[in-house]
């Protein structure tokens, strides 16, 4: 009943508050410092306009895509998000399955709470994200296990040599592992269904959320020592790690956290098939642009054979398709899948999907086109400089 309201992706942020506890809504949400980066993730689109080609036969239209070597049915994905699983009960499952059944990418992150393999077996076609732990070892035994679960694709993610200042996690009270207090047993009390169906229901079957994949050790509690410090080892990582994993990992490689055309063009030097242009939802670095705006830059120096993805406020078909057509080949939507999932699980996330690809599908023929091949940078017009 819920989701006949949920008419666009937006909607299911007002529906996630009302159902998770502020901490989690806040880390989902919340980004860094000041959230300039988060707002420009969005304000961006309103500086891209559509010209529109009329009187062609639009009649059968595709906005199917294919990238290596897989077709799939929309030019968007889900985000790698950690933690999915504080918003529904084995969230990471949650989303690949959706994914899967609507014949979309989904990435599932490495700093899931739940094992990979889980996912690989449930939806072979997930990509696995994984960010570097700090020593070459570590950085192949990570490799070799993503490999043995059975993933095609790697996403490796490059924006967080340390972490952010996201002081709204100490606002609101977001700590891993959740502190009980008066505060969330407040929040529990307002929101009894995420006690039951999210909380209670992870504890009983798997006790206290661990991180099942990140840094190759399984099984870390969510913080631990041993967690942080990896987390600070990973300010020495260079463009020499990234050519080793190209040299061990036999699939699709795709770096992920790029934002500029000299790291766009040693990551394509290096071997790798792909790159995410992300500022990683403005969680990490405030005030540093968002990826639309370095998107053409980009694409021209890559050349068109090389696969350029995109994320960061991709809330409507429109804003897809303008990606798109600047070059991009496929988007990635974060946060609003979270939310749906939060909502409505599974078929939540069903939903948000089928109202994305409804906006895709319909811009599509307004704008003329029938593919997203179609498109091209002349369907665009800049507003601003
Ligand atoms: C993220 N993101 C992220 N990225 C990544 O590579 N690995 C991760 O584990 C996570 N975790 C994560 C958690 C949460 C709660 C959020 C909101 C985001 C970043 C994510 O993949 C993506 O880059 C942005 O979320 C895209 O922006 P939108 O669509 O959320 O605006």
Redesign the pocket.
Known sequence: AVLRRMLSLHDFEDAARRRLPRPIFG???GAAEDNAS?RD?REVFGEYAFTTRVLRDVSQRSQAVELFGERYSSPFGI??????ALSTYRGDLVLARAAQRAGIVS?M????LIPMEDVARASPGTWF?A?LPGDQARVDALIDRVERAGFRTL?V?V??PISANRENNIRTGFSTPLRPGLRLAWDGLVRPRWVAGTFLRTLLHHGMPHFENSFATRGAPIVSSSVLRDFSARDHLSWNHLEAIRRRWKGPLVV??LLSVDDALQARNLGADGV?L??????QLDGVVSAMRVLEAVVAAVGPAFPVLI?????RGSDVLKAIALGARMV?????F?YAAAVAGEAGVQHAIGLLRDEVDRNLAMLGATACTDLGPGHIVRRHG
């Open positions: 880390y989902i949400a988060l993730n985000a790698p998000m950690g933690i999915n990435v992150s490495g700093t899931s994200q960010y996403v993610t924006d967080i992920k956290g995410v992300s500022n990683h939802g403005g969680r994320d960061g406020g991709f809330r990635l939507v974060g946060r609003p979270n």
